[in-house]
């Protein structure tokens, strides 16, 4: 059986982008998401959230703060959607952060690729049927990066929150393994086939 993932950014991508968002009654989800990741499930893709937390090494919010959140997510989403978060995986760290104990230049941080080596080690998932995705480039490392010795998974920048450089260089094919897509909704039907 072929274990397939969608790496998926949090923030600008599966809800609406807030200013270090660390509060349940703050969270809201992007239009049509949970319609997409009821599609990559429906197509046997392993769901897999990767996201920078540097609002925990900036002193904004605690650790446990992000994952009380985190455990609602995963909770909302399985138990009023039926949708399965397979793993998620975040990154507290920050160079010259202003929490001591966060502060250090690691290899979780997006664009570096530290978190989806380590998602596909314990999940056994083949990167070449996998696709990243997220509303930043850096959320997209694995496609122009190496995962676990893979070189050029694909992936989709979503939404408008990159540099208009950035988004038109993809829209012109200029980025290898990398599609430009409005939304998760619109990456999930063209992953999956539809039209």
Not at 54 to 60: D, T
């Amino acid at each position: 059986m072929i274990n397939k993932a969608i790496f998926l950014d949090r923030d600008g991508t599966i809800n609406v982008e807030k200013n270090y968002l660390h509060r349940i009654q703050d969270f809201e989800f992007l239009p049509d998401v949970i319609e997409a990741l009821k599609l990559f499930q429906k197509n046997n893709f392993m769901l897999i959230i990767i996201t920078n937390q540097s609002g925990i090494a900036r002193g904004y919010y605690t650790e446990k703060e992000y994952l009380r959140l985190n455990a609602w997510l995963m909770d909302e989403l399985l138990n009023h959607y039926h949708v399965q978060i397979a793993a998620s995986y975040y990154c507290p760290h920050l160079p010259n952060a202003s929490i001591s104990e966060y502060s250090r230049d690691c290899t979780c941080r997006k664009p570096k690729t530290g978190l989806f080596d380590k998602a596909i080690q314990e999940l056994n998932i083949q990167p070449e049927y996998s696709y990243a995705i997220g509303d930043k480039i850096r959320d997209i490392s694995p496609c122009y990066e190496k995962v676990c010795g893979f070189e050029g998974m694909r992936g989709y920048l979503i939404g408008d929150n990159e540099d208009d450089t950035c988004i038109q260089d993809i829209k012109n094919g200029y980025v290898s393994h990398v599609l430009w897509k409005k939304d998760l909704w619109e990456a999930a039907k063209d992953i999956c086939g539809i039209h």
